[in-house]
């Protein structure tokens, strides 16, 4: 068996030693070394290829769409290769047993639901696109095995879990729910009182216990091996805790990603971390590190701000956001997305938009039918942690209300994501057009439920097939623009980006530098609005080609912008040619 390079062996032992103790940390290491040794991934020569703008990512739970008789996965696998071959990657969310959350409060990491299919239902999707899995780190279900150790005192699960007092000062804790984060739980020593950040019945796991740490690795590497291309750090800011701090984003937590980073990229090269951290913006970024940590981090700000801007018909938020964004380091990029499982989150908003016209923003949301998530503050105050609602419904009007404009406002929203440097994900439900399933919430008693429709596929195909339906014209709209984006090298996520700020009323991007440029002009506003091509281009003898509509515009002329319309121009000179 080919022995490990030192390189990789000293960086394990100064992730670990950053961690614990000198003796601790030695064991670690050899145990983390002999682990990566003794993966069938070891050495095997394998490096999956770079991001390109060719990779588009699908968010989906395995069974987001459903028929009688057969698995959910393998309905999926069938849809997808039918209904949407352009998509390059797809993240299925948790597919484990659970018992709550929709999976997030995983009872065993290594089984597959029964009720979404087999392990060979995942490769079998995992044949023709990129998987991404989630790995939810931080916590695991109390019907876990390894609780029901912590509720009978035995080992391992006895040490596997964090224990308080009752009356212990958790004030300092950024918290992510509005309930208490010490739970009481019953057991043979009689109530004890365990750290549980996002519910009672997810109990956050403790590595200050390196078995906890051993454990989750060799879990990670399961998924390496299980041919995993990329693997999402569910909630991974919240994992390590230490009275009197805030607990969220200390040195331990980014020391783990850093390990893994290292074990994925000894494994699996080319395979890549994304951390999902909903924290402010400034934040968030801190997981990129020094490229030495997540290779993508999730742009949280994007959807709120991308809401605001079509909510109030003004770029001008949006546009001083994507001029603040330094480049990210080499090797890492954003993955940027106007809508998940989740709600649209506000934390990212924090510094960016003032409080009340949050509270302007979720006024409207909620006369869309949407709703609101709250978390707890030091002070024992509650703020707003996301709205609940569609993406689509969220675009059914502006600050004025309802209008006739929601399917373009949509269309331009997730254009804009679509172009923006990074990897695109779009939630199976973007590309649908899901209105919000009020009976999903009145069904669970959970907001988020208002945005996690499952769709039965016979009623589904129906309305792509019918022309004029919202979904089929998402739909449609969406992938030609997606096969339109894969056509263009100015995408890639290497890309260069600039963004312009021409009129309040536009969004403009810049993709590439040079030959092969394409400048993206999206009307975020419910009017007609004019665009110089003279101010655009600084020049009176450059015209423009439309890649959308394949429309050629003169040199010097002014083009005029429907509402909510989408331009993705090409320079051309005089005679005719492209730039």
Known sequence: MTEIDANTAARVRAHCAALYQDAVADQCTHRILTMIQNSALHQSGATLPA???????????????????????QTLDRFLTEWLPELSHVHILPFFPYSSDDGFSVIDYLMLDPALGSWADIRRLGESRALMFDFVLNHISRESVWFADFVANHPPGKDYFIE?????????????????????????????????????????????????????????????????????????????????????HLPQTHEVVKLLRVIAEQLRPGSLIITETNVPHAENLSYFGDGDEAHLVYQFALPPLVLYTMNRGNADLLTNWAQSLAPPPPGCTFLNFTASHDGIGLRALE????????????????????YVSMRANPDGTDSPYEINITYFDAMMGTRRGPDQWQVDRFICAQSIMLVLQGLPAFYIHSLLGTPNDQRGVEVTGRLRSINRKRWALPELTALLEKTGTPQSQVYFEMRRRIALRQSL???????????????????????????GMVVCVFNVAPQDVSLSLVKLFHSETLGALDLLSRQQHGPGKTIDLMPYQCLWLVPVEDEGTYL
């Open 164 to 248: 308080m007092p009752e009356d212990t000062d958790v004030s300092q804790v950024v918290r992510p729910r509005s309930q208490a984060l010490l739970a009481p739980i019953y057991t043979r020593r009689g109530v004890r009182h365990v750290w549980a950040t996002f519910s009672p019945d997810q109990i956050d796991l403790n590595y200050e216990n390196p078995e906890v740490l051993l454990e989750m690795v060799r879990i990670f590497i399961i998924y390496l091996e299980q041919e995993a291309s990329l693997i999402r750090l569910d909630a991974v800011a919240f994992l390590w805790k230490e009275l009197g701090t805030r607990c969220i």
């Open 51 to 73: 991001l390109s703008e060719q990779d588009v990512l699908l968010i989906t739970y395995g069974n987001s769409i459903e028929e009688p008789g057969t698995a959910p996965l």
């Open 489 to 515: 090298p100015a995408l890639s996520p290497d890309a260069a980006q600039k963004i312009y700020d021409l009129d309040s009323h536009l969004f403009i991007v810049q993709r590439g530098e040079g030959e």
């Open 351 to 370: 510094g960016i938009l003032p409080t009340h016209e949050i509270s302007s923003i979720i006024e409207s949301m909620q006369q869309f039918g949407g």
